[in-house]
């Protein structure tokens, strides 16, 4: 099949190349000359694993090409993807710039029968709109689908290749038939096509995130209860994660929900439900719960260093919103980086990925370390906000004999506390007990 995908961002690519890895023909558009450049040449503009073998080999087979000029690339196509960001406009409803772009461009350069999907995250009542700006031109049928994206930054292609549902929302026969056919070698193993309605289908992505969202809220508060009552946040989850009507994904308290969606999706599905004259006051809550999280790790620092960090040489672990991406919209490594630089202390940062992104971000306020343990030289106390690999099992003595005080503050509940307090760590985490070895008077597993 024709397919061009239209945004070549975390999604677009992801779909584009699996697509073309599937056997189809694909066109994937963008109107950042910068980076379709890069890609002709196999310079992938996002870190995501297993994406830059897919980019390289489908377009050496002459699957995969990458072009700005997004009508030509729309006149070649029996099926459209639209795959544009959808970011937050001020008032936290999404914004539908970009996606509504692309349907004048759709209507204006098609040049045969079309399916059209949105695949970006849109509101309710996006793939209407779509169509009307769409009809306003176009010279010859089309049909609309709605297909939300679940892949996960840091696991896409697997995500994609593998999915544990497709949701299509498609209202003519001929639509569904062209997915069915094109998500055919995707669902080999069983994974269900559910086919709905398009609002349906639309509502559901947006139900997806808030759930997810709403899971780790949860788990924050119930953490941070933990903490006070003297309870242990990492019992208390697998306690309830092995209740079958529960499970234990989605159960990890942590800084608080970053990224491109949970943050925006919760923000724009609370919006609706007020443009439409009621609440989710589940949503507001889990909005307000996580903006609050994300300022406990530099909370916790400040309140282990006796009232202030002024004058401190902090290491910061992470600037991800999580592992296995160099994604850092919306991380919690931002709230804690502004939270300590505007307290007085000084920074030395370390992530595997994304310092080049952070480098955009946090310019020269704070300083980027080679490798985790140059970030510790010196270093009076260490924070650790994204849960990389390469943080779980690190050589615990030789972190000790750099720092010049083994002070941690872990975001991610890496570490055993005993361990921690045996290893002569003062060590924090959230919504367990403290390891206090390091403190004079310590005594380790003793609670604050
Ligand atoms: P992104 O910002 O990484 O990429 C969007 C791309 O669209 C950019 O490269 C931009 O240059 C391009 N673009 C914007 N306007 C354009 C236009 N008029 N013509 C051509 N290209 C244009 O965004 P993303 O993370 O890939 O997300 C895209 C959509 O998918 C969003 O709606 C998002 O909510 C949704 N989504 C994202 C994820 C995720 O994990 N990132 C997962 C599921 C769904």
Request: contains cysteine.
């Amino acid at each position: 099949m024709n397919i061009t995908v239209v945004g070549t961002g975390y999604v677009g690519l992801v779909v584009g190349a699996c697509l073309a890895e599937t056997g189809n023909d694909v066109i994937c558009a963008d109107v950042e000359a910068a980076k379709i450049d890069g890609l002709k040449r196999n310079v992938l503009p996002i870190y995501e694993p297993g994406l830059e073998a897919y980019v390289e080999r489908n377009q050496a087979d002459g699957r995969l090409a990458f072009t700005t000029d997004v009508a030509w690339a729309i006149g070649e196509a029996d099926v459209v993807f639209i795959a544009v960001g959808t970011p937050p406009d001020e008032d936290g409803s999404a914004d539908l710039r970009h996606v509504l772009d692309v349907a004048s461009t759709i209507g204006a350069a098609m040049r045969r029968e079309l399916v059209i999907v949105t695949k970006s995250t849109v509101p309710v009542g996006t793939a209407a709109r779509v169509a009307e700006v769409v009809a306003r031109a176009a010279k010859h049928a089309f049909h609309m689908v709605s297909n939300p994206e679940f892949l996960k930054e840091g696991a896409a292609v697997d995500d994609f290749m593998k999915p544990d549902r497709v949701v299509l929302g498609a209202e003519s026969d001929f639509a569904r038939g062209v997915m069915a056919e094109l998500y055919a070698p995707f669902v080999r193993t069983g994974a269900p096509i559910i086919f709905m309605d398009i609002p349906s289908a639309e509502m559901t992505k947006y139900a997806a995130n808030a759930m997810l969202a709403t899971r780790i809220s949860f788990m924050n508060e119930i953490a941070n209860l933990c903490e006070r009552v003297g309870a242990n946040v990492d019992l208390v989850r697998r306690g309830i994660g092995s209740d079958g009507r529960i499970g234990p994904s989605f159960l990890f308290p942590g800084p608080g929900y970053g990224g491109s969606c949970f943050p925006k999706d919760v923000q724009a599905l609370a919006r609706t439900a007020r443009e439409r004259g009621t609440s989710l006051a589940i949503l507001e809550a889990v909005e307000a719960v996580n903006a609050r999280q994300k300022h406990r790790v530099a909370e916790k620092l400040v309140a282990a260093a006796g009232g202030s960090v002024a004058g401190m040489r902090v290491a910061l672990w992470g600037l991800s919103f999580k592992a296995n991406t160099d994604d850092m919209r919306e991380s919690p490594a931002l709230t804690v980086a502004s939270d300590l630089l505007s307290a007085g202390a000084t920074l030395v940062v370390h992530d595997p990925v994304a310092l080049e992104e952070a480098r955009k971000r946090l310019g020269d306020r704070v300083s980027y370390a080679g490798s985790g343990y140059d970030a510790l030289r010196d270093a009076d106390a260490l924070v650790v906000v994204t849960d990389w690999n390469e943080y779980r099992h690190p050589d615990f003595e030789r972190m000790r004999s750099l720092m010049r005080r083994p002070l941690i503050i872990d975001g991610r509940n890496l570490y055993s506390v005993e361990r921690m307090g045996e290893l002569g760590f003062e060590y924090y985490s959230i919504g367990r007990p403290d390891a206090r070895a390091w403190a004079p008077a310590g005594q380790v597993g003793s609670r604050t």
